[in-house]
């Protein structure tokens, strides 16, 4: 065994793996026994892959060997549980596909094993990627590892908290309104939702199809950078996916902010915040004007509908990709006197209480009669916002603001769906107008409670395909402050 640690980033190990001073076979080996050690307390993984995960790497050793060049080398690799890989349990959080079995591999899952690296495990998510605590997974409890006591954020809390458990070095989640993003800035991790169509959705299992988009969750920008280049470009698979070119973003990063010009919305209502997490925030804008950006105002006047816009059209869309979750053709049957009853058992012992809330909800919304009046409605005022986006980038080449509006909170602290739903705030804008977006960690605060202090993230967003301005912008502003590494994660101190 070598002295590998596994708090080392995807690039370092690439590298090393890459020159020979490490092996595939041993990182993995490393990365498995911390999932045996601590994964009991995390409840990062509903499916760890611990056969598939080593012959990978045996293979990844060989092809090394052989003189082939890989980006991601040995790097050990979380899929959140919505995207297909071959011969995998493939859940999507949902006792209706507890027991399906993929049959083929997500385009950018496959795109990044090709790229050398090795999957550690399927990771818990909200059902269907419905949530933004990670509370509504219907297979099992995922805990932050900074406060096994508070949620890891949704719907992708399986992916960050594997890796801000140290149980993979990187991980793939999937943002519909923000689910990758929140769930980064709760567990101290850099989460990127790339343009949507940049990265194929060959694979994922679809919540809302015009806003679902695949990104990477990481402990650095570099390492965002270096997952993003691995999967994106065109797929002839996926309809949606565009083709034109993708200009590489870890050779674009950036050591200050000079010549930039950050914009702060106005209307972003500040109050959900609360004093302390404001100061927070107010604090990050003058790190990025130190960093030497210079700060200005802009304006997006239909941002307050962002979050009525998209609980119309989201859940629109989810009532008409999960009628295909029927018995017949996947997962769950529940046998009943004829088709119909069939239908409505399985379903009825199929979903969990979030996914059937947004089915209704869709449903009502596409209804005839309301159609107009809802689901019409919603679509132009999505192209509203995308609008007041473009007009602001006319005045500023990137936009700051908080990834989410607390900090990571107590399991059942948000009992009403609404109070739920105003965590998106600040990420659902971004995904209605099919921005690139990030969280980077920008800070540390003690919620009421006496709890440990615990992570923020700053959200960039930047225009459509300019992933490469977003991605070195944030990586200038995470070398400069160092958040990222004031606190550890607290999982061994807490028994399971």
């Known amino acids: 065994m070598s002295d590998f640690s596994i708090e080392r980033g995807a690039a370092d190990i690439a590298r090393a793996v890459t020159a020979g001073s490490l092996s595939a076979a041993d990182i993995v080996e490393a990365?498995?026994?911390?999932?045996?050690?601590?994964?009991?307390?995390?409840?990062?993984?509903?499916?760890?892959?611990?056969?598939?995960?080593?012959?990978?790497?045996?293979?990844?050793?060989?092809?090394?060997?052989?003189?082939?060049?890989?980006?991601?080398?040995?790097?050990?690799?979380?899929?959140k549980d919505n995207m297909c890989l071959t011969g995998t349990r493939t859940t999507a959080g949902s006792k209706i596909l507890e027991h399906w079995v993929a049959p083929y591999t997500a385009t950018?899952?496959?795109?990044?094993?090709?790229?050398?690296?090795?999957?550690?495990?399927?990771?818990?998510?909200?059902?269907?990627a419905m949530g933004s605590s990670c509370e509504n997974s219907a297979l099992g409890v995922t805990r932050?590892?900074?406060?096994?006591?508070?949620?890891?954020?949704?719907?992708?809390?399986?992916?960050?908290?594997?890796?801000?458990?140290?149980?993979?070095?990187?991980?793939?989640?999937?943002?519909?309104?923000?689910?990758?993003?929140?769930?980064?800035?709760?567990?101290?991790?850099?989460?990127?939702?790339?343009t949507y169509g940049r990265v194929s959705r060959y694979g994922l299992i679809a919540f809302a199809s015009s806003l679902d988009q695949i990104g990477p969750l990481t402990r650095s920008v570099e390492d965002a950078a270096l997952t993003y280049d691995a999967m994106a470009g065109f797929d002839t698979m996926d309809a949606t996916s565009l083709?034109?070119?993708?200009?590489?973003?870890?050779?674009?990063?950036?050591?200050?902010?000079?010549?930039?010009?950050?914009?702060?919305?106005?209307?972003?209502?500040?109050?959900?915040?609360?004093?302390?997490?404001?100061?927070?925030?107010?604090?990050?804008?003058?790190?990025?004007?130190?960093?030497?950006?210079?700060?200005?105002?802009?304006?997006?006047?239909?941002?307050?509908?962002?979050?009525?816009?998209?609980?119309?059209?989201?859940?629109?869309?989810c009532s008409s990709n999960l009628s295909r979750f029927d018995g017949v053709r996947y997962g769950l049957r529940v046998e009943a006197k004829d088709v119909?009853?069939?239908?409505?058992?399985?379903?009825?012992?199929?979903?969990?209480?979030?996914?059937?809330?947004?089915?209704?909800?869709?449903?009502?919304?596409?209804?005839?009669?309301?159609?107009?009046?809802?689901?019409?409605?919603?679509?132009?005022?999505?192209t509203l916002i995308a609008h007041d986006f473009e007009k602001a980038f006319a005045g500023c080449d990137l936009i700051a603001c908080p990834a989410a509006s607390s900090p990571a909170f107590a399991f059942n602290a948000k009992s009403d769906p609404y109070s739920m739903y105003m965590m998106d705030y600040y990420t659902i804008p971004m995904s209605l107008a099919g921005l690139p977006a990030l969280s980077v960690p920008c800070g540390w605060v003690t919620p009421p409670g006496g709890s440990a202090p615990m992570p923020l993230g700053l959200?960039?967003?930047?225009?459509?395909?300019?992933e490469p301005l977003l991605l070195g912008a944030a990586h200038a502003y995470e070398r400069a402050t160092k958040h990222a590494t004031q606190h550890s994660p607290r999982v061994e101190a807490v028994s399971p």
Do not use: W
């Open 31 to 79: 990365v498995l026994s911390r999932v045996d050690a601590v994964d009991g307390s995390v409840g990062a993984y509903l499916t760890p892959l611990h056969d598939l995960a080593r012959g990978t790497a045996a293979n990844v050793d060989a092809r090394v060997r052989a003189g082939e060049r890989l980006p991601l080398a040995g790097v050990p690799l979380a899929v």
């Open 108 to 128: 950018a899952v496959a795109r990044l094993l090709n790229a050398g690296c090795v999957p550690i495990g399927k990771a818990n998510l909200d059902e269907f």
């Open 144 to 194: 932050n590892p900074y406060d096994l006591s508070r949620v890891p954020g949704g719907s992708s809390g399986g992916s960050a908290a594997a890796v801000a458990a140290l149980e993979a070095t990187i991980a793939l989640g999937s943002d519909t309104g923000g689910s990758i993003r929140e769930p980064a800035a709760f567990c101290n991790l850099v989460g990127f939702k790339p």
């Open 243 to 317: 083709d034109r070119e993708v200009e590489p973003s870890a050779t674009a990063l950036r050591e200050d902010l000079r010549g930039l010009r950050i914009g702060l919305v106005r209307q972003f209502d500040t109050k959900l915040l609360g004093t302390d997490v404001d100061a927070i925030y107010k604090k990050a804008y003058d790190d990025l004007a130190a960093c030497g950006a210079e700060i200005v105002e802009v304006t997006l006047p239909t941002a307050d509908y962002g979050l009525a816009t998209y609980y119309l059209i989201a859940p629109a869309e």
């Open 340 to 382: 119909q009853a069939m239908y409505e058992e399985t379903r009825a012992a199929g979903f969990g209480p979030e996914v059937k809330r947004r089915i209704l909800i869709g449903t009502h919304a596409l209804s005839s009669g309301y159609y107009d009046a809802y689901y019409v409605r919603a679509q132009k005022a999505r």
């Open 459 to 466: 959200q960039l967003c930047a225009p459509l395909f300019a």
